[in-house]
DNA sequence: GTAATTAACTTACTTTTGGTAAGTCAAAGG
DNA sequence: CCTTTGACTTACCAAAAGTAAGTTAATTAC
């Protein structure tokens, strides 16, 4: 204990966090979540599955996370257009661990709201 | 494959999402593992071990982390004021997911930088 | 007696993020 | 030739998050 504090300072700069931080937004998790379900899906879908994105919102959280390597973006060229998204394998060694975050928030969650709920009191 | 795909449908609402949000955000992850490396820090101590954090946003997260009850905070009524921190054991079984998600960050971080300095060529 | 110390809180300000609504594009169908 | 379709773009606006600087208190060290 109390050794290496070092690292935490102006973590800022440090790459982890800077991979980290792509996760912290509202929506990249859950897309990854929904991509790891299915084998692919279109847009569209992907759209109504989760409903309460916005089209440029689910545009700019695909692109990062294509950018990333953590998905695939197919592109048919037909008209009218036909693009596939599917989780690569990257993005699945992700979701195992974001799997275990959301079971581990899944088990506490009830005695967290509690603890919110008593602490506002 | 394909099922339960409701779940996903307006996950705002997802109590899971509401708590995994909190971390989300820009400084709760690296308060809680700091604190995961000392017995007990004070505020100041924080503030210097991380750098870059404003005074008000280490109050801000420490509040939040303390009411889900991750983090306790202990003042001794003396002035100057004395207050110190340290993870509740709640706050650790959270931390070890945490550190699996930064061990794989730091192992596939390499590849996902070229991968975005590929992507945006 | 005055400066420094500590952990806040407050205010005013700027930046970042996310959302809305409209428009684009190109071919096929009526 | 006008509409439909899917997957975006774009311009604009609102909300959230973050920053900087100032204030407070009682004791101690100068």
Redesign the interface.
């Known amino acids: 204990?109390?050794?290496?504090?070092e690292i935490?300072?102006?973590?800022?700069e440090c790459?982890?966090?800077?991979?980290?931080?792509r996760?912290?937004?509202?929506w990249s998790?859950?897309v990854l979540?929904?991509l790891g379900?299915?084998?692919n899906m279109r847009f569209n879908k992907l759209h109504k599955?989760?409903?309460?994105i916005s089209q440029k919102m689910l545009t700019v959280t695909l692109r990062t996370l294509?950018?990333?390597?953590l998905v695939k973006r197919t592109v048919f060229p037909e008209i009218p257009p036909r693009v596939e998204y599917e989780i690569t394998d990257?993005g699945r060694?992700?979701l195992i661990?974001?799997n275990?975050?959301?079971e581990?928030?899944?088990e506490?969650?009830e005695?967290?709201?509690e603890?919110?709920a008593k602490?506002?009191s």
């Not at 204990?1 to 504090?5: A, D, F, K, R, V």
């Not at 935490?8 to 800022?12: A, I, K, L, T």
């Not at 599955?49 to 309460?52: A, Y």
């Not at 294509?66 to 390597?69: H, K, T």
């Open positions: 204990m109390e050794n290496n504090l935490f300072s102006h973590f800022e790459p982890v966090r800077k991979v980290l931080n996760f912290g937004d509202k998790i859950l979540m929904v379900e299915v084998d599955t989760i409903g309460d294509e950018s990333d390597g990257r060694s992700l661990h974001i275990n975050l959301v581990w928030a899944d506490n969650m005695s967290i709201l603890s919110r602490f506002e």
